[in-house]
């Protein structure tokens, strides 16, 4: 039961440090706008392609996104 706790936590710290390298020199207004053109990004996404389709394919469609600069 340790060893599942040592990895627990090992990930919490790595989770943590993730989150602080996104944010890192940020303001909580930049962070919010940021993840609301992302928000909109998927969005549009999945309004072109309402079936889905597998992760490649959607990365794919998200680059395309982020290539037509919308």
Do not use: K, N
Not at 10 to 38: H, K, M, T
């Amino acid at each position: 039961m340790t060893v599942f706790w040592s990895v627990l936590y090992a990930l919490l710290v790595l989770i943590a440090l993730l989150f602080w390298r996104q944010a890192r020199g940020c303001s909580l207004d930049e962070l919010f706008a940021r993840d609301l053109r992302l928000h909109e990004r998927v969005h549009r996404v999945l309004v072109r392609h309402p079936g889905g389709g597998r992760w490649r394919q959607f990365r794919r469609w998200m680059e395309e996104d982020e290539d037509a600069g919308v």
